[in-house]
């Protein structure tokens, strides 16, 4: 069933920029820089009015050739070329005038890195979405979840999902739904399972489970597209769960759209970017 379309109402004719989030993406690493694009585009085609992505000093040339509409903080890196743990002190600074940050794609998993994430949690006071390399920091100390005090979104593959609780992929599958609950409620975040029939599972135990999308999704980066898409309805002031649910949404509506014109089989992530307005258009004139 489509959630109702009241969830992201038309703005008003006085809205500004400022008023419709302001988003800080870290993310990209160098031979990851894409992910980093994905996701600041999903963040900003689904409505959130400034975006800034924190990436590593090697990433800037080509990052500003890439995106036009996305600010840049170039931060220091490790000499793989992934943030270093030396970025702490200007990350939250950074963040401390955002709405929202989304944290993970196309990090890496370069261990200064991955202890940059891991010491940096705990210091920013805004909405969080955490998604791959991001979710496998945290897979060394899950526990530091529950030390958080802000609003915290997962948003794991099956994989993912299973290296925080040390179960496969498989086991995760058997029974998508109590996993990605009882995980929620332990850890008290919401939680995006990803893949077929997404599950949105809320810090109460409530379950959301999405309808839309498609096997074309199944492709690269189209997970780091729901997590910029995730990140940018929380900058628009919608409730966490809220987000989560209407992201997946849209997301696989995005999907359902491109496949409708183009067919599942050579689906990209970008063909479901070009389409969030579209995606957006028809839910807010889906009947309520």
Same mark, same amino acid.
Request: proline share 7%; net charge negative; aromatic share 2%.
């Given at each position: ?41 999903g963040v900003l085609r689904v409505g ?43 990350i939250v600074s950074v963040a401390e ?23 940096? @949690?705990?210091? =920013? /006071?805004?909405? $969080?979405?955490?998604?791959?390399? *991001?979710?496998?920091? #945290?897979?060394?100390?899950?526990? +530091? ?104 949404? @849209?997301?696989? =509506? /995005?999907?359902? $759209?491109?496949?409708?014109?183009? *067919?599942?089989?050579? #689906?990209?992530?970008?063909?479901? +970017? ?15």
């Amino acid at each position: 069933m489509p959630l109702s379309p009241g969830l992201l109402p038309p703005r008003d004719l006085t809205t500004q920029k400022g008023d419709v989030g302001k988003v800080l993406v870290l993310a990209g690493s160098v031979g990851l820089s894409g992910a980093a694009a994905l996701c600041a585009t999903g963040v900003l085609r689904v409505g959130a009015g400034l975006v800034t992505l924190g990436i590593p000093k090697s990433l800037h040339d080509p990052m500003a050739e890439k995106l036009t509409e996305v600010m840049l903080k170039v931060l220091p890196e490790t000499s793989e070329g992934s943030l270093s743990v030396q970025a702490l002190p200007e990350i939250v600074s950074v963040a401390e005038r955002m709405d929202v940050i989304a944290i993970g794609p196309g990090l890496s998993q370069q261990p200064q890195t991955k202890e940059l994430v891991r010491r940096l @949690l705990p210091h =920013l /006071a805004k909405p $969080l979405v955490l998604d791959a390399d *991001g979710l496998n920091a #945290l897979a060394e100390d899950v526990g +530091l979840l529950k030390k958080l005090t802000t609003p915290v979104i997962i948003t794991p593959h099956p994989g993912e999902m299973g290296r925080l609780i040390r179960q496969s992929a498989e086991d995760v599958q058997r029974d998508r739904q109590r996993t990605a609950a009882a995980f929620a409620t332990q850890y008290r975040v919401i939680v995006v399972l990803k893949g077929h029939a997404t599950v949105v599972a809320n810090v109460d135990g409530a379950v959301y489970v999405n309808e839309t999308g498609n096997p074309g999704m199944a492709s690269g980066g189209c997970g780091d597209v729901l997590t910029g898409m995730i990140a940018g309805l929380l900058g628009q002031h919608l409730e966490p769960f809220d987000a989560a649910r209407l992201g997946a949404y @849209l997301h696989g =509506l /995005a999907g359902d $759209l491109a496949a409708a014109e183009r *067919g599942n089989v050579g #689906l990209i992530a970008s063909d479901v +970017l070009d389409r969030i307005p579209q995606a957006i258009r028809q839910y807010q004139a889906s009947p309520v």
